[in-house]
């Protein structure tokens, strides 16, 4: 029988922690292209929103936020509910199927992490298009 507070820590280890630095990190990212984004020429640029300070947010950044977004949501969909799993068992009996269904999500978020950087990131599609296609032509 695991003790309950290795139970506790391994969700902290394993979900709020990451959950914590990965909104840290992002948050950093996202003013970084801010400043980027204040750089560039208003002509280039169009305006889609103004936050309470009266500052504007482009349609980059609004994209970038989303996609930040999408991709923490995928994490704690696909990491929580497995390490919930163990302090919920605790009070009451999971079911079989509930439980192979919870253990397919972390997988699952994975692909679809690994799926969005493919769509999302040209520049990485562009090499590994010209990888592949050089090594089959030699």
Not at 35 to 53: A, D, F, H, Y
Not at 55 to 81: E, N, Q, T, Y
Request: charged share 15%.
């Amino acid at each position: 029988m695991i003790p309950f507070w290795l139970r506790v820590y391994r969700l902290l280890i394993m979900v709020i922690v990451p959950s914590i630095l990965n909104g840290f990190f992002n948050l950093l990212i996202l003013l970084k292209v801010k400043v980027s984004s204040r750089q560039l020429s208003k002509n280039q640029m169009k305006i889609k929103t103004i936050n309470s300070n009266g500052k504007c947010l482009c349609d980059r950044d609004v994209s970038l936020l989303k996609h930040m977004l999408f991709i923490h949501i995928v994490f704690v969909i696909g990491w929580a509910p497995i390490n919930l799993l163990p302090l919920i068992g605790i009070y009451i009996k999971i079911p079989f199927l509930v439980d192979l269904f919870l253990r397919l999500l972390p997988p699952l978020s994975l692909l679809i992490n690994i799926l969005d950087l493919f769509l999302y990131n040209h520049e990485l599609r562009q090499y590994l298009k010209e990888q592949f296609f050089l090594k089959t032509l030699l």
